[in-house]
């Protein structure tokens, strides 16, 4: 069952409306603006905001001519966005709005993530199986179970235990309903969570199951063809993982002239990798009925397991010959520079046009 205490599932059964009033961010000096003029921040990511920080409801007075008006006020610090509590799923939170999987008749919706806060291993798979619903626990069944029995027997030779591992499903409802779903839409919404829990509960390795996990985590696409090899997960920054134009500078409506950076949800761009090992979804190994491909994609676990034990360092992409520069002209001379063209003798000779 899972051991975090901060995470709980709601017992909400139905969204709460929010009223359509005027909706204000309370700056940490006091300041109060309304969140219109965050026009940088996307909707769903105010909205997101306003979920996660709460707001109040404030009654100013009638003054002479003017009417008693009602504003929703949120605290909110741009520059420290994220709070102790992590961001809880529930049917009132705009990333399960989104996502809606909750409405497809889970046994326990909004499945809490299971393992150690401090885990070696963060194992991150494309959602929660029924059986895993019907048990309201997580690594029971389905690519988890199949992998903590590689890990158990593989302790004598990796000294890992089952209860270094954090289990991370991408999606945290089950589908009961007939129609199958395709899980990435889905993840790419609920991926938030799994953001701020890799940002909560840092691991020394994460592993990704499968196709759609690697690539709700990077631009990688095909985990068969990264499969046991060593990547990198680098954070929100990555354009593929969250809206690009968070990755640089943006109007802030704070002050004239001013640029806010980082991300309005998770704060400022983090300084730190995590190694990332992904590995395929067992189904397609155990597809191929072949016991030289299922022990190969073992190994490849089993390596990933020492990669964490013997403190594996993440790849660094930033190489000394890099430079950065805002001169466009020299960035037009580096990549667009016309490539001369080889003497006569080496192109060939010259074809007579085709005719009409």
């Known amino acids: 069952m899972p051991n975090d205490e901060e995470q709980q599932t709601p017992t909400t059964e139905t969204p709460a409306k929010r009223p359509a009033k005027k909706r204000y961010f309370k700056l940490p000096d006091g300041s109060v603006l309304p969140q219109s003029e965050f026009k940088s921040i996307t909707k769903f990511d105010r909205d997101v905001i306003v979920y996660y920080h709460g707001e109040e409801k404030v009654v100013v007075p009638a003054q002479g001519k003017k009417k008693e008006k009602v504003e929703w006020i949120t605290p909110y610090d741009p520059d420290r966005p994220l709070l102790a509590k992590p961001i809880t799923p529930s049917v009132n939170s705009p990333i399960c709005q989104q996502c809606g999987l909750y409405e497809h008749n889970a046994r326990n919706p909004f499945m809490a993530y299971s393992g150690p806060k401090e885990p070696l291993i963060t194992i991150i798979f494309d959602g929660v199986t029924r059986a895993e619903d019907i048990k309201g626990e997580l690594g029971m069944d389905g690519s988890p179970a199949v992998i903590r029995r590689?890990?158990?027997?593989?302790?004598?030779?990796?000294?890992?235990?089952?209860?270094?591992?954090?289990?991370?499903?991408?999606?945290?409802?089950?589908?009961?309903?007939?129609?199958?779903?395709?899980?990435?839409?889905?993840?790419?919404?609920?991926?938030?969570?799994?953001?701020?829990?890799?940002?909560?509960?840092?691991?020394?390795?994460?592993?990704?199951?499968?196709?759609?996990?690697?690539?709700?985590?990077?631009?990688?696409?095909?985990?068969?063809?990264?499969?046991?090899?060593?990547?990198?997960?680098?954070?929100?920054?990555?354009?593929?993982?969250?809206?690009?134009?968070?990755?640089?500078?943006?109007?802030?409506?704070?002050?004239?002239?001013?640029?806010?950076?980082?991300?309005?949800?998770?704060?400022?761009?983090?300084?730190?990798?995590?190694?990332?090992?992904?590995?395929?979804?067992?189904?397609?190994?155990?597809a191929t009925q072949n016991p030289v491909v299922y022990a190969r994609w073992a190994k490849s676990i089993v390596a990933a397991l020492k990669m964490a034990v013997?403190?594996?360092?993440?790849?660094?992409?930033?190489?000394?010959?890099?430079?950065?520069?805002?001169d466009v002209n020299a960035i037009e001379f580096t990549c667009f520079a016309p490539t001369p063209k080889p003497p006569a003798c080496a192109r060939g000779p010259k074809m007579p046009p085709l005719s009409a």
Not at 161 to 184: A, F, G, H, S, Y
Not at 191 to 209: A, G, Q, S, T
């Open 150 to 286: 590689i890990i158990d027997e593989a302790y004598k030779e990796t000294g890992v235990r089952l209860d270094e591992i954090r289990w991370v499903p991408m999606t945290r409802c089950t589908n009961w309903l007939k129609k199958m779903v395709d899980l990435k839409p889905r993840g790419n919404w609920c991926r938030y969570h799994v953001v701020d829990d890799l940002m909560r509960h840092r691991p020394v390795l994460v592993i990704p199951v499968g196709t759609t996990a690697l690539g709700l985590l990077s631009h990688k696409s095909n985990a068969q063809e990264w499969s046991g090899r060593l990547l990198t997960y680098r954070g929100w920054p990555d354009d593929w993982l969250m809206n690009p134009k968070y990755s640089l500078p943006r109007p802030d409506p704070r002050a004239e002239n001013q640029q806010a950076v980082g991300h309005p949800v998770f704060g400022s761009i983090p300084d730190w990798r995590i190694p990332m090992v992904p590995v395929q979804a067992p189904r397609l190994i155990f």
């Open 310 to 326: 013997n403190g594996t360092k993440a790849l660094s992409y930033m190489l000394p010959h890099y430079r950065w520069t805002e």
